[in-house]
Structures are given as structure tokens and as C-alpha cells.
């Protein structure tokens, strides 16, 4: 896998049956596209271990994930609010980036919700009591 790189192209949101990309550890960089969020069937995404940078766009909220894993990237700024309206996601991964801002409350009623792993980023503050009636979760953070 590591034999991918250049940038991920802005056409990927014509890929309409598209389930998941599974591109750990490749040579991939440029901004985190935004054209993910506009794939409809898209469940899973891990560009994990790349050379994906900027900041985890907005749009990412009008997706169907499950499953988020973009740990040991170059991803910076804070994580989205909008990620707290992905109902269904049970796994996010954003360890070991340059993120910054606190915890987000709002994780509190994603009840899907089983793991968010956040360690080694600039995030600061509590963690919410909120993600303590998660029936699911784990704490890994």
C-alpha cells in the first residue's frame, strides 16, 4: 500500500458506490479533501500514516461514517462539530496529529459512539461527563 502517493483527486466524489478507502501508510499528501464528505455509500475511511494535512473539513458531518481512523497524519486546527451529527459512527482515530481545542461535549449524544482516540494531539480540558452515558464506550482517550 505504501506505494500510493500524489494527492487524492477531487473526481473520487464521482465514485458513488464507493465503501471505503482503506489507504494507511501510503505517501499521500495535500489537504483533506472535502469531496469525501459528498460520497454517499462511503462508511469507512482510513488515510492513517500519510502525508494528509490542513484541517478535518466541515463537511465531513454530511457523511455516513462509521469509522474514521486518520491517526499519525499532518491534520491540524480542531476536530468539526459537524462530526457530532454522524449518528452511526462508532470509531473515531485522530491520535498523533496537531490538533488543538478541548473535547467536544457533543460526543455525548452520538450513541453509536464505542471509541475516540485522541492522544498525543494539542487538545486540551476535561473529558465531558457526557460520554459517560454512552452505554457503548470505551475509554481509550
Not at 25 to 54: E, M, Y
Not at 86 to 103: A, E, F, M, R
Not at 104 to 117: K, R
Not at 118 to 132: A, D, E, H
Amino acid at each position: 500500500v505504501g506505494d500510493y502517493f500524489g494527492t487524492i483527486p477531487s473526481e473520487i466524489a464521482f465514485l458513488t458506490q464507493l465503501v471505503s478507502i482503506d489507504l494507511p501508510g501510503t505517501l499521500l499528501s495535500g489537504v483533506f479533501p472535502s469531496q469525501l464528505a459528498t460520497i454517499a455509500t462511503l462508511t469507512r475511511l482510513d488515510l492513517s500514516a500519510s502525508f494528509i494535512s490542513g484541517c478535518i473539513p466541515s463537511e465531513i458531518g454530511n457523511s455516513k461514517l462509521v469509522s474514521i481512523s486518520i491517526y499519525g497524519t499532518k491534520v491540524e486546527c480542531s476536530i468539526p462539530i459537524q462530526i457530532s451529527n454522524l449518528s452511526h459512527l462508532h470509531y473515531l482515530s485522530v491520535q498523533g496529529n496537531k490538533l488543538s481545542g478541548t473535547i467536544m461535549t457533543e460526543f455525548g449524544i452520538m450513541n453509536a459512539l464505542t471509541s475516540i482516540v485522541l492522544n498525543n494531539n494539542y487538545i486540551s480540558g476535561t473529558i465531558p461527563s457526557q460520554l459517560g452515558i454512552l452505554s457503548n464506550f470505551e475509554f481509550p482517550i
